[in-house]
């Protein structure tokens, strides 16, 4: 699970620190686990080093910890795997109850703070609203499965559109719970941790817009609203955002160039796995390039010479483009959040078809979108 330490770092100064003036006591019961299980809590200013780290006893066992301030932290369990929870630390009581035969059950059940009740109330709507939407997707797996050549089709449309229910199950916990707890910082927390922020923005932003201005005009409330915008514009169905830069004989990029299919691919010349895709494009860009595709290259890198010498060595003959800023490109952000190798398709003008592609999908997105009108 994705660490929102920046979020909670700055959530009203809420932040858990080893050094101390006060303590938290975590009461723990545990069952059925043996001799290698170990309860830990992490701080979010330091994700990686737990200020408790103790084995798990049948007996009852009680530990403090010192507290600068009360804050958010990580609650985890290694037993056979690692599983993490949220928790919220003060100065008072938490009553912790682990049972090996449901491990992933949030183990806390009685919490001294607000925000620590919270999130108890956070994790029984997930466990509840969960149930029923897999429930529900497990009778529809059963219903394809057991189709007939008469059913098929309407069992498959039946099971996807529950599949894409799910897709949006997280967000639709996130808004249940942000309508019981309207105030709540824990609401942000949980949209930022949302692996399909992007293809939930729409909602998200509207859930933002509509909580407390204390929320919503918080710091962090700005920025998770700003991330979403430009996350959402890397979604099926979204335009892609401008590029930035020029190809090495300095003339911008002209969407003229784009065809019926086009895939772009963001890289930069001293990575690896870049290289290591590039046989495999210039392969495919030599079958397809005569079929209404184009390749569109974007470059992240700082140095012309490295760009240019690869382009060369590579037989990279498509199009390629850099505004040489590296780090300081917006292109990185706008078109791949971040991540190289990345690649997407694109229609004639500029809507996203797929994206996050892998270098052994590309062909049969190619075809597959060739075909259609």
């Not at 700003?226 to 020029?246: D, N």
Request: charged share 25%; aromatic share 10%.
């Amino acid at each position: 699970m994705k660490y929102a330490s920046r979020l909670l770092a700055l959530c009203i100064a809420l932040t858990v620190l080893s050094s101390c003036t006060k303590e938290a006591s975590l009461n723990i019961k545990s069952s059925g686990f043996d001799y290698n299980a170990v309860v830990s809590i992490y701080p979010i200013v330091n994700t990686s080093k737990a200020i408790l780290s103790k084995s798990l006893k049948s007996v009852g066992q009680n530990f403090k910890i010192p507290l600068k301030k009360p804050g958010f932290g990580r609650l985890e369990l290694s037993a056979n795997g690692d599983i993490s929870f949220w928790i919220y630390l003060d100065d008072g009581a938490q009553e912790i109850e682990f049972d090996a035969r449901d491990k992933f059950k949030y183990p806390v059940r009685k919490s001294s703070s607000k925000q620590g009740n919270e999130i108890i109330d956070y994790y029984k709507l997930e466990s509840s609203m969960s149930k029923a939407m897999n429930d529900s997707l497990k009778v529809a797996r059963t219903l394809l499965d057991n189709s007939t050549s008469e059913t098929v089709i309407q069992a498959a449309n039946n099971y996807n559109r529950w599949t894409e229910l799910k897709d949006k199950q997280r967000c639709n916990i996130v808004k249940e719970f942000s309508r019981l707890h309207p105030d709540s910082y824990f609401t942000l927390m949980m949209i930022e941790e949302d692996p399909l922020i992007g293809k939930n923005s729409k909602n998200y932003l509207a859930l933002i817009d509509g909580l407390p201005a204390a929320v919503k005009d918080s710091e962090e409330g700005k920025k998770i609203a700003s991330e979403i915008g430009r996350t959402s514009s890397l979604e099926v169905g979204a335009t892609m955002a401008p590029i930035s830069g020029t190809d090495p004989f300095g003339k911008e990029f002209d969407a003229k160039i784009l065809k019926k299919v086009n895939l772009f691919i963001c890289w930069v010349s001293y990575d690896n796995v870049c290289r290591k895709n590039n046989p495999v494009l210039v392969t495919l860009y030599e079958k397809y390039k005569d079929r209404d595709v184009e390749f569109v290259s974007i470059s992240y890198d700082k140095y012309r010479k490295w760009w240019t010498t690869v382009i060369k060595d590579d037989k990279l003959t498509w199009p390629q483009y850099s505004d040489l800023l590296h780090a300081k490109s917006p292109n990185p952000g706008n078109l791949s959040n971040y991540r190289v190798p990345y690649m997407f398709i694109t229609d004639r003008s500029g809507v996203i078809l797929s994206q996050d592609l892998g270098i052994d999908g590309i062909a049969l997105d190619l075809e597959t979108f060739l075909k259609k009108r």
